[in-house]
């Protein structure tokens, strides 16, 4: 999912605290192995209970979700996205979205979102 951040913003993030946002691109992977079209509807709405690192990013103002990749699978990819995303990226959030797994971020900060969609559609397919 790429997320566009509109200006620089402090955000509670769960129990990770107050993060210091910079304005920009950002792009978050997740996985939604038995639903994932209800995963992207609900990461779409702004009516919703806040569970994960990334409902507190989108319930704020000052963002808004620009495109959102997919791919079906039946096993989580999470890692090795975060890794090929993390080549383009400027920025990692330590710690967000990954607590079930030994990454080290799932939202990255990007620079260049012409190459990121072009490789992702690549990846996609």
Do not use: P
Request: hydrophobic fraction near 35%; proline fraction near 0%.
């Amino acid at each position: 999912m790429v997320i566009k951040l509109k200006k620089d913003s402090s955000i509670k993030i769960g129990a990770l605290g107050t993060i210091k946002f910079k304005k920009g691109l950002y792009c978050y992977v997740g996985s939604a192995l038995n639903s994932l079209e209800k995963r992207i509807q609900r990461h779409l709405s702004k009516k919703k209970k806040l569970h994960w690192h990334i409902d507190y990013l989108l319930m704020n103002k000052n963002t808004s979700i620009k495109k959102v990749f997919y791919k079906q699978s039946n096993k989580k990819e999470e890692y090795k996205i975060a890794k090929f995303v993390l080549k383009n990226s400027t920025d990692l959030i330590a710690d967000f979205g990954c607590s079930d797994c030994k990454c080290k971020s799932h939202l990255f900060m990007i620079k260049n979102y012409d190459f990121l969609e072009k490789r992702f559609k690549e990846f996609i397919n």
